[in-house]
């Protein structure tokens, strides 16, 4: 068995466009770049789910949102009434099952320390990261965001507030130092899950003036950044336009990433000084697309179609890489369609330890191309499935997905009609492609059909109350 480290750094809403080595010309991610650049970076890279919760538990299970029934962000049981609209939302599991073999308990078993450092969101205290096989939780809880703001002192409950004023990417990255020195020359395994850059947007003064200053000196400051386009499909916000942010420019958000950008380096200093890099595979992604449409709008996905909460490409598609030292090509990019489910599989094969395809069932392990050119056929062509049938407050509808190859079909429960996209030569989803390719139309909707079956599903039932409005 290979005992190299494993870091998986999870970042929260951070969208497909928002680092400079993926397209992004305001923000500013220098050692992220780097990082990605020093490894191989996943140009078709997706999360299981539109939201964060079910894909945070498609990472650590190797399973679809609605294989394991978690398909919408975890709320706190009795504190959260379902959006209506047409549909009423679909009853879902509001925690990762404890019957699940997680990624860190598989680890654990194989002589690893396993340490949670950050957001948890996958249920209340007696679903935490200690009892899903990681040995050290700090920071991690039912919170989906920092709800006393980003800076000190938090109110954590599993994590000790600092100095007043100290802010909360600092510091988790500080606890994930901490812990990497402490390993020794034990072989761990790090999720460090950053709240950043969910809201709310709070960032260091000295970064939002940065690039306040950038934005005013490109002339961002006088170019209106939204688009009121289209209304709230739930019965709460029925008469709501829907705004969505057309170009990045927000400072703070920009400061998040900035922030961010140099607490990773800060990590990778850490692990150079410690002799640790060219033993560790550093995964970098997030759990689903940037906030384009709601809550501030403070980012923008484009060319990709709107963002969080959404099942167009700009909802799901994230940022992906894998670096290691010594054992991957520098520079490389690579093409093949993945979704959260196939981390789990692929850390395996990479650590030389057997499978678990009972539990990652749904996920395929792509070490394979990571070290060659080739994409086998099974990983180039494969079926890759999202279903979500919820409202969020971000303007998307109910919905299930699939794509295979370069075709994605998104099917809507409301009035069950479905959109057909090539996305390699459409990758903004502006041209439906349904009524001119109908038997690809009627392929992948079977398809879809059939694996909705397969998992039981659930789907969203009509609402009484719509007509009355």
């Known amino acids: 068995m290979n005992k190299s480290n494993i870091i998986l750094i999870m970042i929260d809403d951070l969208g497909w466009k928002d680092l400079n080595v993926c397209g992004s010309t305001f923000y500013e991610s220098p050692n992220i770049d780097k990082l990605m650049n020093d490894g191989v970076r996943l ?22 949102p609605a294989t394991l029934g978690v398909t919408d ?40 320390q396993t340490y949670h450092v950050g957001k948890w969101h996958l249920g209340v205290e007696k679903y935490y990261p200690e009892h899903h096989g990681f040995m050290e939780n700090r920071g991690g809880c039912f919170w989906g965001h920092p709800f006393n703001g980003y800076f000190s002192p938090y109110g954590i409950p599993t994590l000790e507030d600092g100095p007043e004023g100290e802010y909360l990417t600092d510091r988790l990255t500080d606890e994930a130092i901490d812990l990497i020195d402490k390993a020794d020359d034990k072989p761990f395994f790090l999720y460090l899950s950053h709240y950043t850059v969910h809201i709310p947007l709070e960032a260091p003064e000295d970064l939002v003036e940065k690039f306040t200053k ?3 000196r490109l002339g961002l400051d006088k170019i209106d950044p939204f688009i009121a386009d289209g209304f709230s499909p739930v019965l709460e916000g029925k008469a709501e336009k829907i705004d969505r942010r057309i170009l990045q420019s927000d400072p703070t958000y920009a400061a998040m990433i900035y922030n961010l950008d140099l607490n990773i380096g800060r990590l990778i200093e850490n692990l150079e000084n410690n002799n640790k890099l060219k033993d560790t595979l550093i995964i970098f992604t ?21 963002g969080k909460g959404w099942m167009y490409d700009g909802g799901i598609r994230v ?14 990019i690579c093409d093949v369609p993945t979704t959260s489910t196939d981390l789990y599989p692929t850390i395996l094969e990479a650590l030389d ?8 069932s749904d996920g395929k392990s792509i070490f394979s191309v990571l070290e060659c050119d080739d994409i086998p056929g099974n990983l180039k062509n494969r079926d890759l499935f999202w279903h979500y049938p919820h409202y969020g407050n971000q303007g998307g509808r109910p919905a299930s997905a699939i794509r295979e ?30 009524n001119n390719y109908k038997d690809i139309t009627n392929n992948l909707k079977d398809k879809l059909h059939a694996w909705r079956s397969s998992v039981d599903a659930k789907i969203p039932k009509k609402n009484p109350e719509w007509k009355i409005r």
């Open 405 to 434: 190859g370069d075709w994605k079909l998104i099917e809507f429960f409301e009035d069950m009609h479905c959109e057909l996209y090539n996305i390699k030569e459409d990758i903004s989803e502006s041209f439906d492609l349904a």
């Open 353 to 360: 330890i057997p499978l678990l395809e009972k539990q990652h």
């Open 73 to 112: 962000w975890i709320d706190i049981e009795g504190n959260y009434h379902p959006l209506k609209g047409k549909l009423i939302d679909a009853p879902y599991i509001k925690h990762l099952p404890l019957s699940e073999k997680s990624l860190a308990s598989t680890l654990k078993d194989n002589g690893y």
């Open 319 to 332: 940022p992906l890489s894998f670096t290691w030292k010594g054992h991957l090509q520098k520079g490389k």
């Open 214 to 216: 950038k934005a005013k």
């Open 286 to 306: 997030s759990d689903n697309g940037g906030l384009s449409s709601s809550q501030g709008s403070p980012t923008c996905n484009y060319p990709a179609s709107e």
């Open 43 to 64: 140009s078709n890279a997706y999360a299981s789910c539109p939201v964060c919760s079910p894909s945070r538990a498609s990472v650590l299970s190797g399973k679809y």
